[in-house]
């Protein structure tokens, strides 16, 4: 899940580079809290959230696959 939410997050940001994905597994979930740079938070949370949405439905219905719960946190950097 990692590598993919990386490789979808850098194809829409304009600083690939600062993208940093931290994984935190729970009991039940499994927590993927994605960093990117401050002048690309909006391109990664679209407008009302859209592209946001979009990510987090692309990456649980990977994990769909392992039965497993994803849930993608968006946290700006520095």
Known sequence: MKQLLEHIVRA????????EVRTIEEERAIILEL???PEDM???I???GRIAKA??????SAAMRDDRRVVVEIIQSG
Do not use: F, S
């Open 35 to 37: 960093r990117v740079a």
């Open 12 to 19: 829409l940001v304009d600083n690939p580079d600062q993208v």
């Open 42 to 44: 909006g391109k990664v």
């Open 55 to 60: 990510i987090r439905i692309v990456i649980n």
């Open 46 to 48: 679209g407008k009302h």
